[in-house]
């Protein structure tokens, strides 16, 4: 199987005036997400709004972003049922709806042991079909393997061979050399330390879309050997991407119009508890939208040399 790399946005969720998913919004960021150069595209984030799905509306839209890629693209699916029977059904549904690879994350369950955690993934990963990943933020998630952990997990089941890692750089350094490389490693938490990543031998990233064009295009002239390209465009973004990974509701508010914007969609409502803009907020937004264009302006994907 080839390696997978590359940048695949987390797509925002989208809601009609009746509060459900707008499938046509939905189509239109997967269409616009892969128009950009997208790699890949992943859905069930805290970008997605998944703690305010059930998981019907979970499966409808894993089923409705499947159909909309159509094979264009690798698709990956985050899976957080709390069971180790659910993740594997929902695993095989979604790779049923056209998933290459699925993202699991650990159960909600605080002080579980490595030990249950390895047993828990494994199980998991032994009864699907397709490319398996984990997910490991200690930022966000209450439960989470340290490096060491994660090394060993890969040895007792080597087919889990991606990572959703998420933690200190340093650490995710020491995954990448303690596993010989094994795992194809894509950061989070919006890129903010996407060069320390790529340098240590990381795979990509997987980010909120809100600066696809700029991270895609530093994403292919660090390939292409521009780092001080790369550099220069992460330098431009990184006010943004501190400002929008300040707080979940912060993101959800700001980075979705930030990003509809770009991809001409309405947001024609919130589903609720949802946080409100501000005056000051939008002024902060549109600040940003101009230098994440002038970061994507530096250098288009097809001027990599």
């Not at 079909?129 to 080597?158: C, E, F, M, R």
């Not at 050399?177 to 990233?205: K, M, W």
């Not at 006010?239 to 509809?260: D, E, H, N, Q, T």
Request: charged share 20%; aromatic share 8%; net charge negative.
């Amino acid at each position: 199987m080839t390696k997978r790399h590359g940048i695949y946005p987390i797509l925002y969720a989208f809601w009609d005036d009746h509060g459900r998913l707008d499938r046509d919004a939905m189509a239109r960021q997967v269409d616009y997400c892969i128009d950009q150069g997208a790699h890949g595209i992943a859905v069930l984030g805290l970008v997605t709004e998944v703690h305010k799905m059930d998981v019907n509306e979970r499966l409808n839209l894993v089923e409705m972003v499947g159909a909309q890629i159509a094979g264009r693209v690798p698709y990956a699916v985050t899976v957080a049922e709390p069971s180790i029977e659910g993740q594997i059904a929902f695993s095989r549904a979604a790779a049923g709806a056209g998933a290459d690879w699925v993202i699991l994350q650990p159960p909600p369950i605080k002080g579980t042991s490595a030990a249950d955690l390895i047993r828990f993934f494994g199980t998991v990963a032994d009864a699907i079909d397709i490319g398996v990943a984990v997910q490991n933020n200690p930022v966000n998630l209450d439960v989470a393997l340290s490096a060491q952990g994660l090394i060993d997990l890969h040895k007792a089941h080597p087919n889990i061979s991606l990572l959703k890692g998420e933690g200190w750089s340093v650490d995710i350094a020491r995954v990448i050399e303690g596993s010989d490389g094994a795992f194809a490693v894509f950061g989070g938490h919006g890129g903010i330390e996407f060069p320390a990543l790529l340098a240590s031998g990381g795979a990509g990233l997987i980010p909120a879309p809100d600066f696809l064009p700029a991270q895609i295009a530093m994403y292919e002239a660090w390939r292409a050997g521009d780092r001080a390209g790369a550099m220069e465009i992460h330098r431009r973004l990184l006010p943004a991407i501190v400002f929008m990974s300040r707080s979940v509701p912060g993101m959800l508010c700001y980075g979705k119009r930030l990003f509809a914007e770009q991809a001409g969609i309405t947001i024609s409502t919130e589903r609720t508890p949802a946080l409100q803009p501000t005056e000051f907020g939008l002024a902060q937004m549109a600040e940003f939208a101009a230098d994440i264009a002038q970061a994507a302006r530096l250098r288009r994907p097809t001027e990599a040399a």
